[in-house]
């Protein structure tokens, strides 16, 4: 592409395969941005003509332009942290973990916390979770907790379960478990969902370590065409730090995206006392919805199931939360204006969930609430028949169709995998689907997502349950216009349109004409964000 530089400072895209996602106007050559927003949408003679003077003009030759892309569930300062973490992904043994470890032991200083993302015992040789014990082998002088890739698991050894307080006498909190060894009863180093969060509580950064890693990790997200994220909290301590983070990014200039920021429940009450809801801030900074994690996860087999994994037929998985719990909470947000975006992943957790937003619903109707399920990874017909009545957004995942797929026969059987990521099946009834990456547990890439769902291949001789696949143009709108409707501003942004925010992704190739299986090799060659390029390949 070439840059010209005119008089004026508005911006001019022309000569490309602009891809609007307007019904009316589907396609275009060119589009015009004045003071962050489109001004006009149609051929490269109509903007050559309308602007004049001084325009800074994108010359696409050819290029293909989709609205920017909106990543609808990612742990972005999760994901920031976690590019200082010991990567652990691909690990194939616990002594693979143990010499990573080892040498990263010996690059921190005594005493130092060293903290490693992205171990899956599924394919550990092994063939168990790894224990206090072995990480006390590599690194017995540092306190340690290493994450499992779904997030709910984590290990710890010895020095960190000193520090957090867990010993022989810790009892489990009501939705986590503390796993102790069934002979001496001390605690095993594993801790699942809420347990996990006790030792992450334990590690404390400075500001502007916060500020730092939310930096990096927006500059990697608009490298990858995003320009939206509806922002999730990890941890209660950290939602204090990541809001500060993103205030002071925003406060100097540095914030290159639009932040939808998810508040866990736990701070419910704060927000209500300031008066906050859902909406509150402005296009680039703004308060989203009430987050609640109702489950755990399919991978550490912690996801509330109806009926026990086929794997482990006396697991049915954990709810966090008792129903009578959830449902103030529920009623709470909703009757202030607060959307809900409940983690729902087993098809228990989507029923209580369900169930909840049905009686707070009866008793204070309101039309347009777009209260959402985040992953809605297990469903029935009847759940979502119920999803389609009471008007609810499936915030969804597609990366976890290839990730979870090559085991998901095993964990819940062939009946009920043909419900799993039922996304073709949810849109023929109508619902809403929002999707995001759940970075970082999955890869932040929105081409990769929209190929996932759009192939739903596991690997070159195995697709999962493919029909269940969607068409590309239905997986764009899931990243662009449906992420809008699900924060509230698809009449501000998600397509290309005169008057929304001019946020656009400049791609390598068309989406809709490359074969599907390429669709996560098209590059991003430019990302803008209210008329400013703030990401260029070149």
Same mark, same amino acid.
């Given at each position: 592409?070439?840059?010209e530089?005119f008089?004026?400072a508005?911006?001019?895209?022309?000569?490309g395969?602009i891809?609007?996602l307007?019904?009316?106007?589907?396609?275009?050559?060119?589009?015009?941005i004045?003071?962050?927003k489109?001004i006009?949408?149609?051929t490269?003679?109509?903007?050559?003509s309308?602007?004049?003077g001084k325009?800074k003009?994108?010359y696409?030759?050819?290029?293909t332009?989709?609205?920017?892309?909106?990543d609808?569930?990612?742990h972005?300062l999760?994901f920031?942290?976690?590019?200082n973490?010991?990567?652990?992904?691909?690990?194939?043994?616990?002594?693979e973990?143990?010499e990573?470890? #080892?040498?990263?032991?010996?690059?921190?200083?005594?005493?130092?916390w060293i903290m490693?993302h992205g171990?899956?015992?599924?394919?550990?040789?092994?063939?168990?979770l790894?224990?206090?014990?072995d990480?006390?082998q590599?690194?017995?002088?540092?306190?340690?907790?290493l994450?499992?890739?779904?997030?709910h698991?984590?290990?710890?050894?010895?020095?960190?379960?000193?520090?957090?307080?867990?010993?022989?006498e810790?009892e489990?909190h *009501?939705?986590?478990?503390?796993?102790?060894d069934?002979?001496t009863?001390?605690p095993?180093?594993?801790?699942?969902?809420?347990?996990?969060f006790?030792?992450?509580n334990?590690?404390?950064?400075?500001d502007?370590?916060y500020v730092?890693a939310l930096k990096?990790?927006?500059?990697k997200a608009?490298?990858?065409?995003?320009?939206?994220? =509806?922002?999730?909290?990890l941890?209660?301590q950290?939602?204090y730090?990541?809001?500060?983070?993103?205030?002071?990014?925003?406060?100097?200039?540095?914030?290159?995206?639009?932040?939808?920021?998810?508040?866990p429940?736990?701070?419910?009450?704060s927000v209500?006392? *300031?008066?906050?809801?859902?909406?509150?801030?402005? =296009?680039?900074l703004?308060?989203?919805?009430?987050?609640?994690?109702l489950d755990?996860s399919?991978?550490g087999?912690t996801?509330?199931?109806l009926?026990?994994?086929?794997?482990?037929?006396e697991? #049915?998985?954990?709810?966090?939360?008792n129903?009578?719990v959830l449902?103030?909470?529920?009623?709470?947000?909703h009757?202030?204006?607060f959307?809900?975006a409940?983690?729902?992943i087993g098809?228990?957790a989507?029923?209580?969930?369900?169930?909840?937003?049905?009686?707070?619903?009866?008793?204070?109707p309101?039309?347009? =609430?777009? =209260?959402?399920?985040?992953?809605?990874?297990?469903?029935?017909?009847d759940?979502?028949?119920r999803?389609?009545?009471l008007?609810?957004?499936?915030?969804?995942q597609?990366?976890?169709?290839?990730?979870d797929?090559?085991?998901?026969?095993?964990?819940?059987?062939?009946?009920?995998?043909?419900y799993?990521?039922?996304?073709?099946?949810?849109l023929?009834e109508?619902?809403?689907?929002?999707?995001?990456?759940d970075?970082?547990?999955?890869?932040m890439?929105?081409?990769?997502?929209?190929?996932?769902?759009?192939?739903?291949?596991?690997?070159?001789?195995y697709?999962?349950i493919p029909?269940?696949?969607?068409?590309?143009?239905?997986?764009?709108?899931?990243?662009?216009?449906?992420a809008?409707?699900?924060s509230?501003?698809?009449?501000?942004?998600?397509s290309?349109e005169?008057?929304?925010?001019?946020?656009l992704?400049?791609l390598s190739?068309?989406?809709?004409?490359?074969?599907?299986d390429k669709?996560?090799e098209?590059?991003?060659?430019?990302?803008?964000?209210?008329?400013?390029?703030?990401?260029?390949?070149?």
């Amino acid at each position: 592409m070439n840059l010209e530089n005119f008089e004026q400072a508005d911006l001019c895209l022309v000569n490309g395969n602009i891809i609007t996602l307007d019904p009316d106007k589907p396609r275009a050559e060119a589009v015009a941005i004045r003071d962050g927003k489109i001004i006009s949408v149609g051929t490269s003679e109509e903007m050559k003509s309308l602007l004049g003077g001084k325009v800074k003009i994108v010359y696409l030759e050819g290029k293909t332009v989709l609205p920017g892309f909106t990543d609808c569930h990612i742990h972005l300062l999760g994901f920031g942290a976690k590019l200082n973490m010991l990567d652990l992904t691909g690990v194939k043994s616990i002594e693979e973990i143990k010499e990573k470890l #080892r040498k990263e032991s010996q690059r921190k200083s005594k005493g130092a916390w060293i903290m490693g993302h992205g171990w899956d015992d599924s394919i550990l040789a092994e063939k168990r979770l790894p224990t206090r014990w072995d990480l006390d082998q590599a690194a017995p002088d540092n306190p340690v907790i290493l994450v499992r890739i779904c997030g709910h698991i984590s290990c710890a050894n010895s020095k960190a379960l000193e520090l957090a307080k867990i010993t022989a006498e810790t009892e489990s909190h *009501l939705g986590g478990k503390i796993d102790k060894d069934p002979r001496t009863n001390e605690p095993t180093g594993i801790m699942r969902e809420a347990e996990s969060f006790m030792i992450l509580n334990s590690v404390t950064l400075e500001d502007e370590d916060y500020v730092s890693a939310l930096k990096l990790a927006c500059e990697k997200a608009v490298a990858k065409g995003i320009t939206s994220v =509806h922002c999730m909290p990890l941890l209660d301590q950290d939602q204090y730090f990541q809001g500060k983070a993103f205030q002071t990014l925003l406060m100097r200039g540095e914030l290159p995206l639009r932040v939808y920021l998810q508040i866990p429940e736990s701070c419910l009450s704060s927000v209500l006392n *300031l008066g906050f809801y859902t909406g509150f801030g402005n =296009h680039k900074l703004k308060i989203g919805a009430i987050k609640i994690i109702l489950d755990g996860s399919l991978g550490g087999r912690t996801a509330a199931m109806l009926e026990p994994f086929s794997d482990d037929p006396e697991n #049915r998985g954990i709810v966090i939360y008792n129903e009578k719990v959830l449902r103030n909470i529920v009623k709470t947000a909703h009757s202030v204006g607060f959307q809900l975006a409940i983690h729902c992943i087993g098809d228990r957790a989507v029923t209580v969930a369900l169930e909840a937003l049905e009686e707070v619903l009866r008793e204070k109707p309101k039309k347009d =609430h777009r =209260h959402r399920i985040e992953h809605a990874s297990v469903l029935n017909e009847d759940l979502i028949q119920r999803m389609k009545r009471l008007g609810v957004v499936a915030s969804v995942q597609p990366p976890f169709i290839v990730s979870d797929g090559r085991w998901m026969l095993d964990r819940v059987g062939k009946d009920r995998a043909k419900y799993v990521y039922p996304f073709r099946r949810l849109l023929e009834e109508g619902i809403i689907l929002a999707a995001g990456s759940d970075c970082p547990v999955e890869l932040m890439d929105p081409l990769l997502g929209i190929q996932a769902a759009v192939l739903r291949q596991v690997t070159s001789d195995y697709t999962f349950i493919p029909e269940q696949r969607v068409s590309v143009e239905q997986a764009i709108r899931m990243y662009t216009l449906d992420a809008a409707y699900a924060s509230f501003e698809e009449k501000i942004k998600g397509s290309i349109e005169t008057g929304k925010l001019a946020d656009l992704v400049v791609l390598s190739d068309d989406p809709l004409e490359v074969p599907a299986d390429k669709i996560s090799e098209i590059e991003v060659e430019m990302t803008i964000v209210g008329g400013e390029i703030v990401y260029s390949k070149k």
